[in-house]
């Protein structure tokens, strides 16, 4: 049984229109600049970006919970690439986390398991890289 499910729809592919069925979300799609398209507009890898480093800070934080830890704040800073991939194309990901309260090898523990329990973590493993750096304060 789902826990939560979200609906959106799109017309346009990268040069169109998205939102979600209760309307919270709506948002022009454009091809960026450096892929040849007049940019001006969100497009597909940013969004994944967005939503990939809010769940991953809500899984750093949901850990640390779970395991008593002393996390005072935590920030996601994330990179999504658009990389070639033979006749198609393939995503890159690398999140820089950036913990405060913990030590180094504290944060990087945090972190790991952070990466086991993250709903996008679990769905991109195996199929896209995901570089992790940790920097504790």
Not at 94 to 100: D, G
């Amino acid at each position: 049984m789902a826990l939560y499910t979200a609906q959106a729809h799109v017309t346009g592919g990268r040069a169109g229109h998205g939102e979600t069925s209760d309307g919270l979300l709506r948002v022009d799609l454009a091809m960026p600049k450096e892929l040849g398209g007049p940019g001006g507009a969100t497009n597909p890898e940013q969004l994944f970006a967005v939503g990939y480093a809010a769940c991953f800070e809500s899984a750093v934080r949901f850990v640390a919970r779970k395991q008593k830890l002393p996390l005072e704040d935590a920030a996601i800073s994330s990179t999504v690439s658009l990389l070639p991939n033979g006749e198609g194309f393939k995503l890159g990901v690398a999140l820089a986390v950036e913990t405060k309260g913990l030590d180094q090898a504290a944060a990087e523990a945090l972190v790991s398991a952070a990466h086991h329990v993250c709903p996008y973590s679990n769905a991109v493993k195996g199929n896209i890289e995901v570089a992790l750096s940790v920097k504790a304060a």
